[in-house]
């Protein structure tokens, strides 16, 4: 007897392009939600976009509420819960980098209520996703929510974001690759459910990354649009899988070790290209694509080392020996990488001097 099933929750409405931020109203209108939207914010994207946001709700009639955090933390998310509850809010949009979003999604999470993305970066791809995260203590505290019901992402806003904050996101996409391998391993050697649709999708995601490296360019309106779409197909990949899967493979694992590790931890997608590049390897070895990876990463001038990044290669070693005990996903680094084979890794890829 056939007894499969599956729920794929997508974006209804996904919008990008040059000025589509005065389109936000229109492309909520559509959803038919009701009540009041709350815009989440932080101060930056507030000037840059959010308040463009709130007058046009207000333009158009339902009353918008706007809270502004000033940083990713529980406290923040709770604040905008206690806000959201106060205001009667129907539905959040979320109005940022990251941190607004992540913290708009685990409010949305938490009041039972839906959520508008609108990204002011490009620099990962929780913009599209339900996935998110906020640090607490010396932890993470993370959701898989729903993903939101719209995205619109205005090429205009974000070819003005901070140029190492789009070649963040690519390379988030590019560890894609990685991340596919590892759920293939999983699935050969732990059976992990895989979805050859949502594993093909996000993989050829990276690639037309790769082949548009040459025209991911700082200043370029069009590098945003190439960045934002693959950023919102492999969203997709994670919706039709229904995990994270496809996008965060060991590479996110040793990530977000070095998150705890490191003084001061580089970017998320930064983080994960150079773990990319590692896991690759220890995929498969001297001859495989790691080299592909690196260059990939150079050209669209992402680190590919430690002192790129800005972290000791001490924490470089100690995430990648450790990376596999965070969480229950099971990954190239297996039961643990010991530490002559992380050195190994780590300076033939010329991840970290070594001497
Ligand atoms: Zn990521």
């Known amino acids: 007897m056939f007894e499969k099933s599956t729920w794929i929750r997508l974006p209804r409405n996904v919008v990008v392009g040059h000025g589509v931020l005065d389109r936000t109203v229109e492309a ?17 994207p507030r000037e840059v976009a959010a308040e463009r946001v709130v007058e046009g709700f207000a333009a158009a ?27 009667d809010a129907g539905f959040l949009v979320g109005v940022g980098g990251g941190k607004a979003i992540d913290i708009t999604k685990m409010a949305a999470d938490e009041l039972g209520i839906g959520f508008v ?10 913009i599209v996703s339900g996935r998110g995260s906020v640090p607490e203590e010396d932890t993470r505290h993370s959701v898989a929510a729903e993903p939101p019901l719209a995205v619109v992402a205005d090429t205009e806003i974000l070819a003005d974001a901070p140029w190492r904050l789009t070649t963040a996101g690519c390379a988030d996409i590019i560890s894609n690759y990685t991340a596919v391998k590892d759920w293939q391993l999983a699935n050969r050697l732990k059976h992990v459910e895989y979805s050859e649709y949502a594993g093909a999708l996000s993989q050829m995601t990276a690639e037309m990354l790769v082949e548009n490296a040459d025209s991911i360019k700082q200043g370029l309106e069009e590098s945003a649009w190439i960045v934002v779409k693959a950023l919102v197909s492999s969203g997709v990949a994670m919706s039709i899988a229904g995990s994270s899967r496809p996008a965060s493979g060991a590479e996110h694992l040793i990530s977000h070790q070095l998150d705890r590790l490191a003084d001061n931890p580089g970017l998320h997608g930064h983080q994960v290209g150079v773990g990319s590049i590692l896991t690759e390897y220890l995929h498969t070895g001297h001859n495989g694509r790691w080299r592909a990876i ?6 669209i001038d992402a680190p590919t080392t430690a002192a790129e990044l800005g972290i000791s290669d001490d924490d470089v070693l100690e995430a990648l020996t450790t990376a596999h005990e965070i969480r229950d996903r099971y990954t190239i680094l297996g039961n643990g990488v010991s530490l002559d084979a992380a050195y190994e890794t ?5 991840v970290i001097d070594g001497d």
């Open 61 to 87: 009639g339902p009353d918008p509420a706007m809270a502004v955090v000033a940083e990713a933390s529980f406290g923040a998310v709770e604040e905008v819960i206690d806000t959201a509850r106060e205001a």
């Open 294 to 299: 690196r260059d990939a990463l150079r050209s």
């Open 117 to 126: 993305s609108v990204p002011t970066a490009a620099s990962h791809d929780g």
């Open 346 to 350: 780590a300076t033939v890829t010329g």
């Open 28 to 44: 909520v209108a559509e959803l038919h939600l009701t009540g009041r939207p709350l815009v989440v914010t932080s101060p930056t």
